[in-house]
T-cell receptor, first 110, second 121 residues
């Protein structure tokens, strides 16, 4: 079983729509969770950290469900510029080692 | 914010040659550098972790004699792909954690280089 699994998508949504997707992780001892955004042929960039209580940053909302071992990302009022691949990143008991999901591709159309 | 400069961005080489990729932390001291490889439509795969002044720790399945990593200073790490072959063609990305006067905010947050796309003919 992969350490981090994501629905690859693609999620094709119209502008203004809401899109949400999950990421599951296998290591119950994982401590930190992140969503990164990666544009085509570019390096990943941190979108947001995911806190136990859930957190919101503008149109983006992240949730953590430890019992079911998944995190989620919800994008409201989608913009064309939100088109990207969203990587779920999890780190385990070893503080520094991060595991990356393969990414969920979101395409927002006009 | 913290910046990691990675170059070259693109490199095309003949099979059998060696290619060196550099990552420099421009405004902080990178105590730990990570090297990843990403094939198309796949996730980033950690190749190795290097701490300044120590030998790199390689992930299972990564040949340490083929992918030479040097982290001799707090601002520079290099990855050398020795005797490159077409199957080594990939996107290689470094990332760093480190310090300015104090640990960068978000101890587990990584700063990525822009990546190096290697094509071996």
């Amino acid at each position: 079983r992969k350490e981090v699994e994501q629905d690859p998508g693609p999620f094709n949504v119209p502008e203004g729509a809401t899109v949400a997707f999950n990421c599951t992780y296998s290591n119950s001892a994982s401590q930190s969770f992140f969503w990164y955004r990666q544009d085509c042929r570019k390096e990943p960039k941190l979108l947001m950290s995911v806190y136990s209580s859930g957190n919101e940053d503008g149109r983006f909302t992240a949730q953590l469900n430890r019992a079911s071992q998944y995190i989620s990302l919800l994008i409201r009022d989608s913009k064309l510029s939100d088109s990207a691949t969203y990587l779920c990143v999890v780190n385990g008991p070893n503080d520094y080692k991060l595991s990356f999901g393969a990414g969920t591709t979101v395409t927002v159309r006009a | 914010g913290a910046v990691v400069s990675q170059h070259p961005s693109w490199v095309i080489c003949k099979s059998g040659t060696s290619v060196k990729i550099e990552c420099r932390s421009l405004d902080f001291q990178a105590t730990t550098m990570f090297w990843y490889r990403q094939f198309p439509k796949q996730s980033l795969m950690l190749m190795a972790t290097s701490n300044e002044g120590s030998k790199a720790t390689y992930e299972q399945g990564v040949e340490k004699d083929k992918f030479l990593i040097n982290h001799a200073s707090l601002t520079l790490s290099t990855l050398t792909v020795t005797s490159a072959h077409p199957e080594d063609s990939s996107f290689y990305i470094c990332s760093a954690r480190g310090y300015r006067e104090s640990p960068l905010s978000g101890a587990n947050v990584l700063t990525f280089g822009a990546g190096s796309r290697l094509t071996v003919l």
